[in-house]
């Protein structure tokens, strides 16, 4: 008899740890946001329409073609008269940059963001047990990571990550490592650092395919402090629901459609190449095909399979109809026309978009179906912000917070692009109300503005008239 209940409670036991550790284990591998801190320069950093065209006409390597072109850029950029550029270009040393440049404009950002963010979360520097920074463009020793540390005096043994050349999806990457480190150290803070360094990456040459990057790359950052204790659930903002990564890397178009290099006279730059829509629509698609099924309910996916089933077997008889000549005019599509489209709407409630540009917002928008006021926090950012790169996302959440949008429960959906090229997603779930104190508060009553043209063409279209034979850049 003994026997018998000592070989029943064996399983039992190993049953009721089992699933012990299923759930505990389980809170322990949450990754939430605490809090985060977008960076918001100084305003004699500020750009206007007026500086923009002095930065332009110091550049002696431009003629009148070359005018025309950043002028149709700059009009249909979507950015606005208030995003902030590096300090030595306000200057006038953009082709003379040097490495103390690169250095003071990452620490204004680390001693502002950073040192707001731990006063606000009430968390120690020496608390921090992950330190994760990301800045694409700038490669310095000691890293970015030892200055922060050295700054902040952190504990001999925090995980220090340094990540550069990962572009503008960079933040979801340093996400991403912190989720997977959370899942091997419990009860830990860590701190994501995302910026991107433009003081020595401005393009003073005049090949247009790197300098259209001046009209869209601004300055800006974000901190957050991001945490797997239990402890914090309570007081958390965000929690992660899924992420996914995809890289295109193995692709020579893919690869090569944006990247630093020298143009033919050697001026460094970041060169943005005809196949950058094509390879950003490719890997948009494949993130969206592993993406969906991880966040979409299983009726929303039924009905997709259902009516594209449906599509392509209404389009299969009419093509035999024609005599399978073609007819159908469907151009590939299914059933002859339109797609069968997804609708992300039914397993997300806001949509994060990066600012890439406003080609890039409305591809997206096009592509899932999204409404103007979906695009809104994304096209507000990009015309207050311009494109910050890694950090851009932050501020697009940050708009949403501001507009008190968020509440308890509602799902986010973050889309990202980078070169390399990749796209990476990931879902957030609001974990409480949110009352919107950020970077916006100073100007959201202003948003979001009915009319986003920007004054360039005004008091820059008369370049459009003038005779390249006759033609002088104006002192």
Known sequence: MGLFILLCVIPLSYLVFRVWRWVFAGVDRDCYIVDYECYKPADDRMISTEFCGEIIKRNKSLGLNEYKFLLKAIVNSGIGEETYGPRNVLIGREERPMLSDSISEMDEFFHDSIGKLLARSGVSP???????VNVSMLSIAPSLCSRIINNYKMRDDVK??????MGCSASLISIDAVRNIFKCYKDSYA??????????NWYSGNDRSMILANCLFRSGGCAMLLSN?????????????????????ARDESYGCCMQRDDAEGRLGFYLGKDLPKAATRSFVDNLRELAPKILPVRELLRFMVVRVVKRLSFSRSKKGSGGGGGGGGGGSEGGGAKAVINFRAGVDHFCIHT????????????????EYDLEPARMTLHRFGNTSA???WYVLAYMEAKKRLKKGDRILMISFGAGFKCNSCLWEVARDLRGENVWKECIENYPKKNLANPYMEKYGWINNEDPRTFKVPE
């Not at 204790?229 to 890397?249: E, I, Q, S, Y």
Request: aromatic share 4%; proline share 2%.
């Open 229 to 249: 204790k239990n402890a914090v659930r309570h007081k958390a903002m965000f929690k992660l629901k899924c992420l996914v990564r995809t890289h295109h890397g």
């Open 391 to 393: 950090s851009s996302l």
């Open 126 to 132: 020496r608390e921090i047990d992950v330190l994760v």
């Open 191 to 200: 701190l994501v650092v995302t910026s991107e360094c433009l003081s020595p």
């Open 356 to 371: 890439g540009g406003k080609a890039v917002i409305d591809g997206i928008g096009t592509n899932l179906g999204l409404s």
């Open 160 to 165: 220090a990550f340094n990540l550069t050349g």
